[in-house]
């Protein structure tokens, strides 16, 4: 069974930055970040492809950037410029094969959460 446990949430202000990381234990396909606001539904804010494609919402276009680091079994998410609409729970999501990332009923596995808060 696929674990993924995240890290590097926290409380900043605006304009700040935080990165969150992801650690896999197991073989994924695809990863993702996605975020969900109380009351609101996840949504998906960026994701990565094994052939390293990557796509990134239009809302943190410019601000935010996926990676991976095989190497150390990790997903990463640098944040820069927040601002309060960034408050979220974010998680890290991944499916088990092939096929797109770009939704979260297409995930097979995900994270508990961390949470992000953005104070103007």
């Known amino acids: 069974q696929v674990q993924l446990v995240e890290s590097g949430g926290g409380s900043v202000q605006t304009g700040g930055s935080l990165r969150l990381s992801c650690v896999v234990s197991?073989?994924?396909?695809?990863m993702a970040w996605f975020r969900q606001a109380p009351g609101n539904e996840r949504v998906g804010v960026a994701r990565i492809y094994p052939s390293g494609l990557k796509y990134t919402a239009d809302s943190v276009k410019g601000r935010f950037t996926i990676s991976r680091d095989n190497a150390k079994n990790t997903l990463y998410l640098q944040m820069n410029n927040l601002k309060p609409e960034d408050t979220a729970m974010y998680y890290c999501?991944?499916?088990?094969?092939?096929?797109?990332?770009?939704?979260?009923?297409?995930?097979?596995?995900w994270g508990k959460g961390t949470l992000v808060t953005i104070s103007s």
């Open positions: 197991g073989y994924t396909a695809c």
């Open positions: 999501a991944a499916r088990a094969t092939a096929g797109s990332c770009s939704g979260a009923a297409n995930m097979d596995y």
